[in-house]
């Protein structure tokens, strides 16, 4: 491994060729919900605004855009899940937990997986130097968990970009898995020495900021996708994963959200898959590998 690999200093221990979801699924879909908010000196570097302001411009349409998500989009997001009886896994910033603090206890609540999102969506790991990375993962996990009541056991940074350090980090925060790679189809294990972290690469395939936001496509086309995705697993793969995700200040509006309702009911409906959380793949993963 080199210093340009997130695994950097860490062994991969890939799960047995056998492996099958729990309940002898094939199929596995995580609905997953991003609760994002920036710092005070910034905002979402995508916006419905095709027009970007010039440089040393604060964008206040854009910080309108995000505000979205804590106002309105997270509570509606939350009414679709309890609706359907689905627990998600929702990616919180430590920003959120501590400023909206009765929001996030309610998702919390709610049975959903919280899982940390760096403190603000400017704050990236790849950015800090180590002791800005390490505060940075301990004032998360403080602000979540005082306001959750539970610790969070997964993190996904910002843009899923982590340093080549944020695995040992996280290892050595006590946290049990990270979403921070897109590089297989099912999770595995990284072991640093006698400690070890499950890595569940994620997937931007039915995603709302992708699809709609930077290329403009219709929701009805994340469903659509969903329905092909489906279709072709079943067929040709031995097992699969997906992430179908939205964003509370995207599809957390009524113009996006009847789709991953739609996908939802379309999961429910279906007898080959197994609808969960990250925390609870990372369990079942570890139940498998001998550490």
């Not at 469903?223 to 040709?236: A, I, P, S, T």
């Amino acid at each position: 491994m080199t210093a340009l690999d997130i695994h950097a200093g860490g062994t991969e221990v890939p799960v047995p060729s056998d492996f099958i979801w729990p309940q002898e699924k094939r199929i596995a879909v995580f609905f997953r919900v991003a609760f994002e908010w920036w710092s005070d000196d910034k905002w979402p570097g995508i916006s419905p605004m095709g027009n970007p302001l010039r440089q040393g411009f604060p964008d206040l349409n854009a910080r309108g855009f995000g505000q979205y998500g804590y106002r309105r989009g997270i509570h509606r997001a939350l009414e679709v899940l309890a609706r359907h009886d689905i627990r998600a896994t929702i990616l919180v910033n430590g920003i959120l937990a501590e400023r909206f603090p009765d929001t996030v206890k309610k998702i919390a609540d709610a049975g959903h997986d919280i899982v940390a999102h760096s403190y603000a969506m400017d704050v990236v790991p790849v950015y800090l130097n180590e002791a800005e990375e390490r505060d940075n993962i301990r004032r998360t996990t403080e602000f979540i968990e005082k306001a959750a009541g539970v610790r969070p056991k997964g993190w996904i940074s910002p843009r899923s970009t982590p340093s080549p350090r944020t695995e040992q980090l996280l290892i050595e925060a006590g946290y049990e898995w990270h979403g921070d790679t897109l590089n297989d189809d099912l999770p595995y294990v990284v072991k640093f020495g006698n400690k070890s972290i499950v890595a569940i690469p994620g997937t931007m395939d039915i995603n709302d900021l992708p699809l709609y936001m930077r290329y403009g496509n219709s929701p009805r086309q994340m469903v659509d996708m969903f329905e092909d995705w489906l279709k072709y697993v079943r067929k040709y793969e031995h097992e699969a994963k997906i992430d179908p995700t939205i964003h509370c200040h995207v599809f957390g509006r009524p113009a996006g959200i009847w789709a991953y309702d739609r996908i939802i009911e379309i999961a429910k409906e279906a007898d080959d898959i197994w609808i969960a959380t990250r925390s609870e793949a990372a369990a079942h993963v570890r139940s498998l590998i001998q550490i």
